[in-house]
């Protein structure tokens, strides 16, 4: 098993440090270039809705970033210390089939993490929350 991990701070600045981290790792590690592209995607999405909407103050918070790779799967652990919230309690958006104009605001960004990813879930523990993902990547 092969471990990365990366803790950065709820700004906004910090999704530079990610990209790296991952392009970095990802070349170690043999990733495609198409499963790099795919992981920054997941990241950059589910981080920005962390960083905006997941704490209720002006702090400094910790966001943890954990990869092993085990054989083939990826697993991706997200840990931050914010509001309690399920992002794929959220239900795929209806009108994926309509035009930008005609869709409503929100929720896409999560359809596209549940469809990169193999596995996606959430859990509360003690003050944490916790995104577990996972993806065969070779």
Not at 28 to 46: A, D, H, R
Not at 93 to 101: A, G, T, V, W
């Amino acid at each position: 098993m092969t471990t990365a991990r990366i803790i950065i701070r709820n700004d906004i600045q910090e999704l530079d440090r990610i990209r790296e981290f991952i392009e970095r790792h990802g070349d170690e590690w043999g990733f495609s270039t198409k499963n790099v592209f795919s992981i920054n995607l997941v990241l950059e999405e589910l981080i920005t809705n962390i960083i905006f909407y997941g704490f209720d103050n002006d702090q400094v918070h910790d966001i943890l970033i954990d990869m092993q790779l085990r054989d083939d799967q990826l697993q991706l652990l997200i840990e931050d210390d914010g509001k309690p919230f399920d992002p794929f309690s959220v239900d795929t958006p209806e009108d994926l089939d309509k035009s930008l104009e005609e869709r409503r605001i929100g929720g896409l960004g999560i359809h596209f993490v549940r469809e990169i990813m193999d596995t996606c879930s959430y859990e509360r523990t003690g003050n944490k929350n916790r995104l577990l993902l996972s993806k065969h990547v070779k």
